[in-house]
């Protein structure tokens, strides 16, 4: 069994900052990617930032020079530094691991954290 969970969200002004974390924990061999995805209220889920266990990153265009994407492979820990925060961040954030675990590859997910942003 894996766990992942997030922690870091929060209430910020426009053109703030919040550092978001997420571990994950359990049966783990090893961790392929890590990634964090948002969701605004009314809109789909999409892609902000992932890190893979090489560390390529890749960035979602709406967020590129203001968040950082980074990772602790030793505590199978990723990290989303998101700095310049407008209204449009706001949202729940979710992170996602891709696994090796007892149980084979998998993809698992958090329980998401909020992000406001006001204006």
């Known amino acids: 069994q894996v766990q992942v969970v997030e922690s870091g969200g929060g209430l910020v002004q426009a053109g703030g900052s919040l550092r978001l974390s997420c571990a994950a924990s359990?049966?783990?061999?090893?961790?392929?990617?890590m990634a964090w995805y948002r969701q605004a209220p009314g809109k789909q889920r999409e892609l902000a930032a992932r890190?893979?266990?090489?560390?390529?990153?890749d960035y979602a265009d709406s967020v590129k020079g203001r968040f950082t994407i980074s990772r602790d492979n030793a505590k199978n820990t990723v990290y989303l530094q998101m700095n310049s925060l407008r209204p449009e961040d706001t949202g729940v954030y979710f992170c996602?691991?891709?696994?090796?675990?007892?149980?084979?590859?998998?993809?698992?997910w958090g329980q998401g954290t909020q992000v406001t942003v006001s204006s």
């Open positions: 996602l691991a891709y696994v090796w675990s007892s149980g084979g590859l998998s993809d698992y």
């Open positions: 359990g049966s783990i061999f090893s961790v392929k990617h």
């Open positions: 890190i893979f266990s090489e560390g390529y990153t």
